[in-house]
């Protein structure tokens, strides 16, 4: 079973608005933790924002939001104000808590793909 | 502020070489972590090293794939006799602590011809 699902393999959003995309996650452990990574046509994965399972606020960095509803284990990413420069892959990431290893283990999305329209 | 080196950017080798992935960690970063990115698809967790010892190699191959930390220098991720569905993208990325963000390289970009 997917741990991390991301429904959405692509997505379009004018330049200006603001666009949603979709993480759900899988999950029995009581702490774990959320990221967003943005990887861009260069290839490189840029950190975006991350949300831990006992923060009661949503997480904000700039223009990025994260939509955190713990009861429906969904981690949404919320772009205000798209940018041409937002065009780019966005993963989704979940941290489980510890494992039999003393470990984290990151485990990510097959990603969205976005592309701003001029 | 430095963030995560890698090098080679781009590797090309043939098959049944050997391929060597480096990766120097953020300063002050002793956590590393290996994932490989196929076409099209989420990265994929290798290991996670720390200082001279493997913490969790579960998500690497048995076979041809090894991976170290020396005490001093870069991690090293090393692919034996490399074979065509090596070709991926290998991504390293360091930590402060365990439980702490994790911050990626440009990662590597391995060719098998």
């Known amino acids: 079973a997917q741990k991390i699902t991301q429904t959405q393999p692509g997505m379009f959003v004018q330049e200006k608005e603001a666009v949603t995309l979709d993480c759900t996650y899988d999950t029995s452990d009581q702490s774990y933790g959320l990221f967003w990574y943005k990887q861009p046509s260069s290839g490189e994965m840029i950190f975006l924002i991350y949300q831990g399972s006992y923060d009661e606020q949503n997480a904000t960095e700039g223009r990025y939001s994260l939509n955190f509803q713990k009861a429906r284990k969904s981690a949404n990413l919320v772009i205000s104000a798209s940018q041409l420069g937002d065009s780019a892959m966005y993963f989704c990431a979940m941290r489980e808590g510890l494992l039999d290893s003393g470990t984290y283990k990151y485990i990510f999305g097959t990603g969205t793909r976005l592309k701003v329209l001029a | 502020n430095a963030g995560v080196m890698q090098n080679p950017r781009h590797l090309v080798r043939r098959r049944g070489q050997e391929a060597r992935l480096r990766c120097s960690p953020m300063k002050g970063h002793s956590h590393v972590y290996w994932y490989r990115q196929l076409p099209e698809e989420g990265l994929k967790f290798m290991v996670y090293l720390q200082k001279e010892n493997i913490i969790d190699e579960s998500g690497m191959p048995k076979e041809r794939f090894s991976a170290e930390f020396p005490k001093e220098g870069p991690s090293i991720l090393r692919i034996q006799q490399v074979v065509r569905g090596d070709s991926a993208a290998y991504f390293c990325?360091?930590?402060?602590?365990?439980?702490?963000?994790?911050?990626f390289g440009p990662g590597t970009r391995l060719l098998v011809l």
């Open positions: 990325a360091s930590s402060l602590g365990h439980k702490e963000t994790q911050y």
